[in-house]
C-alpha cells in the first residue's frame, strides 16, 4: 500500500519557474522524504525532515512539513532542465522500519 | 565505494524461468531493502534486511520470491517460475540504522534497478 500521495501527478513549467509539489499521507510518521527518479534509473535522497521539524532547505530545494495536516510540500526554486524527473515522497514510521513512498509528480522542465 | 551496485541491469526470461538478482550495498550500511516498481508507479516494499537478519517480508512478496542476505554483505533476490506480472524494475536500497535506538534508518542509498521482462 502507499502511505504517501502526491500532487499534482505531473507538472511542465518553463526553465527558471518554481515547481511546487505536494504529498499527502495518512498515519503518524517519524520522517518524511524526499526522492528524484530519472527516467528508468534508481532514485537519489534529496532531503530528510523529521516529524519534530517544520521546514528545511538544501540548495533550491525548500521542505515544508505540517505533521498536523498530515502534508508536506518541496519547492523547486528556479528550475533547470536537468530537474525533469519524478519526484517521490516517502514516509518513515519507527513501527514500520522501512519506507513506503507515493506514486509520484512527473515533472517536466522546459528549455 | 560508488554506492549501491545491481547485477543485472536488464534480464528478459521466459515465463517459468527462474531469475537471481544480486544486490552490493554501501559496506557501511547495515540494512538493505528490496523494492518492485512497475511503469508511472512507486516503489513498493518487497523485503527488508538488518545485518543479515530478514526482519520483514511484504504480503506482495510470494512463495516464488526468496531473499537472502548472507554475512550481512550482499543479497540476493530470486523469482522462481517467474509469470508475466513479474515484469517490473526492482530496486535494492541501504542505509544505516539511526538514532539511540537504531531504529530510525538514514535516507536510501539506491542502485540503478534491474529491469526485468517475462515473456
Known amino acids: 500500500s502507499q502511505q504517501g500521495e502526491e500532487d499534482p501527478q505531473a507538472l511542465s513549467i518553463q526553465e527558471g519557474e518554481n515547481a511546487t509539489m505536494n504529498c499527502s499521507y495518512k498515519t503518524s510518521i517519524n520522517n518524511l522524504q524526499w526522492y528524484r527518479q530519472n527516467s528508468g534509473r534508481g532514485l537519489v535522497h534529496l532531503i530528510l525532515?523529521?516529524?519534530?521539524?517544520r521546514e528545511k532547505h538544501s540548495g533550491r530545494l525548500r521542505v515544508t512539513l505540517d505533521t498536523s495536516k498530515k502534508s508536506s510540500s518541496l519547492l523547486i526554486t528556479a528550475s533547470r532542465a536537468a530537474d525533469t524527473a519524478s519526484y517521490f515522497c516517502?514516509?518513515?514510521?519507527?513501527?514500520?522500519?522501512?519506507?513506503?513512498f507515493g506514486g509520484g509528480t512527473r515533472v517536466l522542465v522546459k528549455p | 565505494d560508488t554506492g549501491v551496485s545491481q547485477d543485472p541491469r536488464h534480464k528478459i526470461t521466459k515465463r517459468g524461468q527462474n531469475v537471481t538478482f544480486r544486490c552490493d550495498p554501501i559496506?557501511?550500511?547495515?540494512?538493505l531493502y528490496w523494492y518492485r516498481q512497475t511503469l508511472g508507479q512507486g516503489p513498493e516494499f518487497l523485503t527488508y534486511f538488518q545485518n543479515e537478519a530478514q526482519l520483514e517480508k511484504s504480503r506482495l512478496l510470494s512463495d516464488r520470491f526468496s531473499a537472502e542476505r548472507p554475512k550481512g554483505s550482499f543479497s540476493t533476490l530470486e523469482i522462481q517460475r517467474t509469470e508475466q506480472g513479474d515484469s517490473a524494475m526492482y530496486l535494492c536500497?541501504?542505509?544505516?540504522?539511526?538514532?539511540?535506538?537504531?531504529?530510525?534508518?538514514?535516507?536510501?542509498?539506491f542502485g540503478s534497478g534491474t529491469r526485468l521482462t517475462v515473456v
Open positions: 559496506s557501511e550500511h547495515n540494512r
Open positions: 516517502a514516509t518513515y514510521r519507527l513501527a514500520g522500519n522501512k519506507l513506503t
Open positions: 525532515i523529521r516529524s519534530n521539524e
Open positions: 536500497a541501504s542505509s544505516l540504522s539511526l538514532g539511540a535506538s537504531g531504529k530510525e534508518a538514514s535516507g536510501y542509498t
